[in-house]
C-alpha cells in the first residue's frame, strides 16, 4: 500500500509564503499522478494542483500563478509552493495520489493545515 507523508503546514501572514511537501512510499510503480486538494470548513474540497509522473500539470485557474507544484520522482516527493496568500486560502490541504495504469489505487494524505492571517 502507499504511504503519503505531508509536512509543511503552519501559519502565515497574509503576503507570504510557505511550501508544503508530500513524500509517499510502499507500491511505487509505474506512472501516475500526484497533487494537491484543499478543503475550508463548511467547503467541499476543490483541486488546487496536479503533476503526473511524465511532468504533465494541472492547476485550478483562481490559483495558477499563484500556487506552484513540482515533483522529485527519484523521492517520490511533490511539493506545493504557495506565494502571496490571502486568508481565503486557508485551508486543510490534502495530498492524492492515483495510479495511471493497471489495478485502480487511490490514496490520501492525512491533510496539513495552513492558516492565513491578515
Known amino acids: 500500500q502507499v504511504q503519503l507523508v505531508e509536512s509543511g503546514g503552519g501559519l502565515v501572514q497574509a503576503g507570504g509564503s510557505l511550501r508544503l511537501s508530500c513524500a509517499a512510499s510502499?507500491?511505487?510503480?509505474?506512472?501516475?499522478?500526484m497533487g494537491w486538494y484543499r478543503q475550508a470548513p463548511g467547503k467541499q474540497r476543490e483541486l488546487v494542483a496536479t503533476?503526473?509522473?511524465?511532468?504533465?500539470?494541472n492547476y485550478a485557474d483562481s490559483l495558477k500563478g499563484r500556487f506552484s507544484i513540482s515533483r522529485d520522482n527519484a523521492k517520490n516527493t511533490v511539493y506545493l509552493q504557495m506565494d502571496s496568500l490571502k486568508p481565503e486560502d486557508t485551508a486543510v490541504y490534502y495530498c492524492r495520489f492515483t495510479k495511471l495504469v493497471g489495478r485502480f489505487l487511490e490514496v490520501w494524505g492525512q491533510g496539513t493545515l495552513v492558516t492565513v492571517s491578515s
Open positions: 510502499g507500491n511505487i510503480f509505474g506512472a501516475n499522478l
Open positions: 503533476m503526473s509522473s511524465g511532468g504533465s500539470t
